[in-house]
């Protein structure tokens, strides 16, 4: 081995570097849980920040470590800091972070049983708690995978080798297929329709109502009109819950439309579909059970680090189906071989995602998410009555989820003044670095958008960004008198 190598591979420097960051990781959370010194969102513009580090180059090879991960931590953005409203991110708990260190230096392959024994065993007891939650039967069963936007493609491939009248993995087609889904689903559906070939007439968008639920009573006319336009239906996909707004569509209208024409019935449970695990908002869910696949992020509501999503199937022997060859299929039937992943999954070497659930079940137990979603969803409501208490500000629907969407208006004016005020308030707010918030646009109204993703996030913080809401509109409204 060259001199750099035995340092690279040094376990005494890993030691000393390890005991170093643990220190200075546990020192940063206690500093950023309190809400600072710093801010939420260090905010620099791109260019500027990629010239602060390209400036560092000369440095490389000489570097201390700890010096690198100070740098880092100063300019990110602070997930566990209770200002921190913004995207479905979820602050880890630091459990599972050491579980990612233990993952990342382990480096289990996961693609077949021998490079990753324990945690391709530890996978299926964690899929099998979540199929119970869900409500599924013994027969079901699935994998984790990278996000849930993988999730999704991967259930609409198995919908495909179910449901089209041909085998379009083997032949190829000229077909139009497509499916229906909510206009207020997640892009990456709309993605995944488009990566499988079926262009823009593959996607059958079902208006939602004021609730921004699909409009299930209009499921029928949508497939009628596929059907007139020559289109194979493959699918229906519920969101449990939608980005936007968080809101849960009608499952169990979904599955009696599906069930009626022998469609595939898939959730989108990315976000809220970690309702599941608590006892008081698993109603927002109800009917998941009668899904054909399921889709849920630990990475989002169940306080794992990224990237961590379960895809779960009501018959487990379906997701053998989706990536098998002909041969490959044959040889299968015989011998489902639950214990190769790879089989199954898009990926081919894949993290050891499972051991980050795990040790949370293991040290906290079930009642852990039951409490952090019940948590955060009671603040989603709590926080939709602080908005309403405030008569500039205009709450976009009753929150079902965490997720809170409000704007903010003066009188009279028209939606695109009120669009750019909104969108100037968020600027404002996200370059103070005060708060992280984002916005949306529904039904071409801009609102300020909220995801309360902090346990420790509490009405205080609430009012605070309120106020400061109000605060920077009136800054943004009229510049000159500020
Ligand atoms: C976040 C989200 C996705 C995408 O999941 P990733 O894990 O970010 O790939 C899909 N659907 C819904 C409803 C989501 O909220």
Request: net charge negative.
């Amino acid at each position: 081995m060259t001199p750099l190598l035995v340092q690279a591979y040094d376990p005494a420097t890993f030691r000393q570097q390890g005991h170093a960051l643990i220190d200075q990781l546990a020192d940063y959370l206690e500093r950023d849980q309190q809400g600072g010194p710093h801010p939420v969102l260090p905010w620099l513009a791109p260019e500027a920040l990629l010239a602060d580090w390209e400036a560092e180059a000369d440095q490389w090879g000489k570097a201390d470590l700890n010096s690198f991960f100070t740098k880092l931590l100063a300019n990110s953005i602070h997930i566990h800091h209770p200002h921190y409203m913004g995207h479905q991110v979820s602050g880890p708990a630091p459990a599972t972070a050491l579980a990612s260190l233990v993952s990342a230096l382990l480096n289990n392959g996961m693609a077949v049983y021998e490079m990753g024994a324990s945690a391709t065993v530890i996978e299926r007891i964690v899929i099998d708690t979540l199929r119970k939650a869900i409500g599924f039967g013994e027969q079901a069963g699935g994998f984790l995978t990278s996000g849930g936007t993988l999730a999704n493609l991967t259930a609409m491939l198995c919908a495909r080798k179910q449901k089209a009248n041909e085998d379009v993995w083997e032949t190829g087609t000229r077909h139009q297929y497509a499916i229906m889904v909510s206009e207020e689903a997640h892009y990456c559906v709309e993605r995944t329709v488009r990566i499988m070939g079926w262009g823009t007439a593959g996607v059958i968008k079902v208006p939602v109502d004021d609730a921004y639920q699909m409009r299930t009573d209009l499921l029928a006319a949508c497939y009628q009109q596929a059907l007139a336009d020559g289109k194979q239906v493959i699918a229906v996909v519920g969101s449990a819950s939608s980005t936007s707004t968080g809101s849960y569509d009608d499952l169990g209208a979904i599955s009696a439309f599906c069930q009626a024409h022998g469609l595939w019935f898939h959730v989108d449970g990315a976000h809220g579909g970690a309702v599941v695990f608590t006892e008081k908002y698993k109603n927002l869910a109800q009917g998941i059970h009668l899904a054909d696949s399921v889709v849920v992020d630990f990475h989002k509501m169940l306080m794992t680090p990224a990237l961590v999503t379960g895809l779960v199937f009501k018959n487990g022997d379906d997701s053998y189906h989706t990536f098998a060859q002909k041969a490959q299929y044959l040889w299968a039937q015989t011998d489902r071989e639950w214990f190769n992943l790879a089989k199954r999954t898009f990926e081919c070497t894949k993290l050891m995602m499972s051991i980050k659930v795990y040790v949370l079940l293991r040290t906290y137990g079930l009642p852990l998410f039951d409490d952090y979603v019940t948590t955060l969803y009671d603040l989603g409501r709590q926080f939709a009555q602080l908005i309403q208490q405030r008569p500039r500000l205009e709450l976009a629907v009753a929150p079902q989820a965490n997720i809170v969407c409000f704007r903010y208006l003066l009188p009279d004016v028209s939606v695109a003044e009120a669009n750019a005020l909104n969108q100037g308030i968020r600027q404002a707010i996200v370059e103070s670095g005060r708060f992280y918030i984002v916005q949306t646009s529904l039904k071409g109204r801009v609102y300020l958008r909220t995801t309360l993703m902090n346990p420790l996030t509490t009405e205080a913080e609430l009012i605070k960004l309120l106020d400061y809401v109000e605060h920077t509109a009136l800054l943004v409204a009229f510049p000159q008198v500020a």
